[in-house]
């Protein structure tokens, strides 16, 4: 290609993936959503003023869709190949978004359900680690998997306080061992009480960190976020094969 235009509106150029996020203060950790370093491409940002966690979680507040969707314009505006977010609850904004944009859309690591369902036998089960259990209705599950023909076993991680902490009260230190602790005696729990899971689905954003730790714990698969959007990412972006024949 030797010209190039002008895309209108664009403040920058380059941009494979746009993510929605919350109006939150967290300490994103490498492996995180909201930590650029997690990715081996160019990401943009784009936050929600006023759509705290509380509001999507607690409250399941949808009062916020122009919002959501204005931010989804602006990142296809921005030139970006496809738009998730950095909250599973945020799958109450799914059909809207992807309505206003002409990009892929994926504000959900939990629309992984069905694909995750085809891979496994008929008599495993999915495990779903989330950040509030009490705040995943099935209503929103329905969303992402509307038609389930595999067992779904949820817990939550809203009572472990290392957890809690920097994550849903957004206190502004987060201790990694103490995270990673309570979330492996978690899954080791959630396994040992249903050991048909064949696979093990992380809806919560910052929980992708601690992927490879559970991975190796449990010797099952697990997706969360990141497995999300690279997927996505390398469809949107092709690159020729080189090599010998």
């Known amino acids: 290609m030797s010209r190039f235009y002008v895309r209108p509106h664009a403040e920058s150029y380059g941009h494979d993936i746009g993510i929605i996020m919350l109006d939150c203060r967290t300490p994103f950790v490498p492996g995180d959503v909201g930590n650029a370093s997690t990715y081996n491409y160019p990401v943009l940002y784009k ?53 206003a944009v002409s990009v892929p859309v994926m504000l959900s690591s939990l629309i992984q359900l069905p694909f995750i369902a085809s891979t496994l036998s008929s008599d495993q089960a999915i495990g779903i680690i989330c950040a509030n259990k009490q705040r995943l209705p099935n209503d929103l599950l329905e969303k992402a998997y509307p038609n389930a023909n595999r067992p779904i076993h949820i817990v939550g991680l809203e009572d472990q306080p290392n957890f809690r902490g920097p994550i849903l009260d957004e206190t502004p230190v987060l201790d990694f061992n103490e995270v990673q ?65």
């Open 181 to 245: 602790r309570e979330v492996l005696s978690t899954t080791e729990k959630l396994v040992a009480e249903n050991p048909n899971i064949g696979a093990i689905l992380l809806e919560c954003s910052n929980l992708p960190p601690y992927a490879s730790a559970i991975s190796n714990l449990t010797g099952l698969p697990v997706f969360d976020f990141i497995t999300m959007i690279d997927y996505v990412r390398a469809a949107s972006r092709r690159k020729p094969y080189a090599g010998h024949y």
């Open 47 to 99: 936050t929600v003023e006023g759509l705290t966690l509380q509001k999507v979680i607690q409250e399941g507040d949808l009062k916020f869709v122009d919002q959501v969707v204005d931010a989804a314009v602006y990142l296809e505006s921005q030139g970006v190949r496809a738009i998730t977010s950095d909250c599973g609850y945020m799958l109450w904004f799914q059909d809207a978004v992807a309505e």
